[in-house]
């Protein structure tokens, strides 16, 4: 923990949020490479969208561009790819590294009048200071006829994070538009598909496509990946809601901790290979690591490959923690 106050409820503020992550890209904020087998996932939804051999995208809350990069490879090749955001300093660092892509402020005139045939946000809802107005601005810039995919952490019942809550007093924020409780701090609402889809079918957009990922394995796979500090925050016993609770939090938190240090050398070693730049603890960390690596392997790929397979056979089940909800409109003359 940093010790600094939590900022959640503050970024509900435009100017607050934007301060809030010009800071955090100028610290680094997302700079490690995402695993390959999220961007895999990511292609494989792009490409199975019935999209036109040509047009233009429009990546909204693009950050540094890595997902606009991603877009440009999973779009047929005729088509134009763009990404926006509110951070001045994030999109200085996509320019640099992807010059293939045009990059542009949140607001640039110069693109005003610019209609996409398909926007795509990657974590963004979630994330916004006023999720209405966002929506209208990305209905600004698109066309007619036109499609949006939204990928961000799915907030339906059922899901083993949203079990999870419910053995927490305060597992559910309803008056932070119900924010699971071990959230980013970035987080500032947590949408189920219904909310999503009620919102913008008032502008005429119909859910032509649903997917979910992490129902049970996935969702193993990333919380023992996010290292032993979240495994303690996410098992907190202080706030459960009874004896039986405490009971399944303190078993849930063995549990998470045996498959963490059975996979963490593995784990390790990868998110220091990901990351773009590394300093020397990196490179002492990676020495150190590679030496049980071979030990710790199997664990890691046996839950890749759990996690790969939950999303091959229940991608419909709404029960996951992370939903890819694909929205079409027809012109509207």
């Known amino acids: 923990m940093s ?3 939590n900022q959640t409820p503050h970024l509900y503020d435009k100017d607050i949020s934007i301060d809030f992550y010009e800071e955090r890209y100028a610290h680094g904020y997302m700079e490690e490479a995402w695993p390959s087998e999220k961007k895999q996932r990511i292609l494989g939804v792009l490409r199975s969208l019935e999209l036109p051999e040509q047009g233009e995208a429009l990546d909204f809350g693009c950050g540094n561009g890595a997902l606009t990069e991603i877009l440009r490879h999973a779009l047929p090749p005729n088509w134009k790819v763009f990404g926006t955001d509110i951070s001045s300093v994030a999109l200085q660092k996509a320019k640099q590294r992807f010059p293939a892509c045009t990059f542009f402020a949140i607001g ?11 926007v795509f ?27 949006m995919l939204h990928i961000l952490p799915c907030g339906n019942p059922g899901s083993f994070e949203h079990q999870v809550c419910l053995l927490h007093k305060d597992g559910i924020d309803a008056e932070l538009e119900n924010r ?11 949408l189920t598909t219904e909310q999503l889809n009620e919102r913008c079918a008032k502008e005429g957009f119909a859910l032509a496509q649903a997917a979910y990922s992490n129902q049970h394995f996935g969702a193993l796979n990333w919380i023992t990946r996010s290292g032993r500090n979240f495994i303690r925050t996410f098992t907190d016993t202080s706030q459960a809601v009874d004896a039986k609770a405490k009971r399944r939090l303190q078993l ?23 990351k773009r730049s590394r300093t020397v603890r990196d490179y002492v960390c990676l020495g150190c690591a590679l030496l049980l690596y071979p030990f710790a392997k199997p664990m890691d790929l046996y839950l890749k490959s759990k996690a790969f397979e939950e999303w091959r056979t229940r991608k419909t089940d709404p029960c996951g923690s992370e939903m890819y909800l694909f929205f079409k409109r027809e012109s509207r003359g």
Request: glycine share 6%; net charge neutral; proline share 3%.
């Open 180 to 190: 699971f409780f071990f959230e980013d701090e970035g987080h500032v609402r947590r």
């Open 252 to 274: 849930l938190r063995c549990q998470l901790w045996g498959i963490w240090v059975l996979r963490y050398p593995a784990a390790l070693v990868e998110n220091r290979l990901r």
């Open 108 to 118: 640039d005139a110069a693109f005003a009048g610019r209609r996409f045939d398909l």
């Open 121 to 147: 946000t990657h974590h963004v809802l979630e994330h916004v200071y006023d999720l209405d107005q966002v929506l209208l601005e990305i209905l600004a810039h698109l066309k007619s006829a036109s499609a």
């Open 3 to 5: 010790g600094k106050p």
